[in-house]
């Protein structure tokens, strides 16, 4: 059974840093593309990030561009987002996120798990 | 970036009704296109797949149609339960998600 299990919300100051966790069980990361999509208090979803199969591909959403990095660690079957320079337009649940597949010329095949969010606070 | 527009944003009615939900892509997609529902406090829950296959496990009472930049979501018989926020999301390049939109109760 696929499980995506998130972790690492917090609040933090503008500014600050924080680092969310994706546990995923089930199946290997290596198969297929990972994300992270997010969703600010009452608003809609909005897709942040994305991370191939094989991890050598990374793409980011133009309002967390160069200060999101997302990553991977195969050996946890373990999906990272590193957030700096936090805004409090950031405050949101996050959500990781499973493709159907993996990433090929800058598409996936469409998410078919998600998890169950975790919930980022950025104030001061 | 690809934008996505859902119309309309708030839509009231009653059970039993048929409802149906547009959106449009600011280029052609294809048919790299999703429908989400989502109640308070859960994670989105997949409906149609690739603009028109039925999710294992959803209602035959809704359906999804379209190709290219125009796509419809349609619920043919309103249930209790279907009173929620739909998304319509592209993966023809990234991904993105339209903004939303919410079904009341009349």
């Known amino acids: ?62 309002s967390v561009k160069g200060r999101f990095t997302i990553s991977r660690d195969r050996s946890k079957n373990t999906v990272y987002l590193q957030m700096s320079s936090l805004r409090a337009d950031d405050t949101a649940v996050y959500f990781c ?7 090929y010329d800058n598409s996936g095949l469409g998410f078919d798990y998600w998890g169950q969010g975790t919930l980022v606070t950025v104030s001061s | 970036d690809i934008q996505m527009t859902q119309s309309p944003s ?9 409802v149906t939900i547009s959106c449009r892509a600011s280029q052609s ?24 296959s039925l999710e294992s496990g959803v209602p035959s009472r809704f359906s999804g149609s379209g190709s290219g930049t125009e796509f419809t ?24 998600f339209g903004q939303g939109t919410k079904l009341e109760i009349k």
Not at chain 2, 39 to 51: E, F, N, S, Y
């Open chain 1, 97 to 103: 996120v499973k493709d159907r597949g993996d990433y």
């Open chain 1, 1 to 62: 059974e696929v499980q995506l299990l998130e972790s690492g919300g917090d609040l933090v100051q503008p500014g600050g840093s924080l680092r969310l966790s994706c546990a995923a069980s089930g199946f290997s990361l290596s198969d297929y593309a990972m994300a992270w999509v997010r969703q600010a208090p009452g608003k809609g979803l909005e897709w942040v990030s994305v991370i191939s199969g094989s991890g050598n591909s990374r793409f980011y959403g133009d």
């Open chain 2, 73 to 96: 979501l349609t619920i043919s018989s309103l249930q209790p339960d279907d009173f929620a926020t739909y998304y319509c999301q592209q993966y023809f390049i990234y991904s993105s």
């Open chain 2, 29 to 52: 997609i294809s048919s790299w296109l999703d429908w989400y529902q989502q109640k308070p406090g859960k994670a989105p829950k997949i409906l149609i797949h690739k603009a028109s």
């Open chain 2, 10 to 18: 708030t839509l009231s009615a009653s059970v039993g009704d048929r």
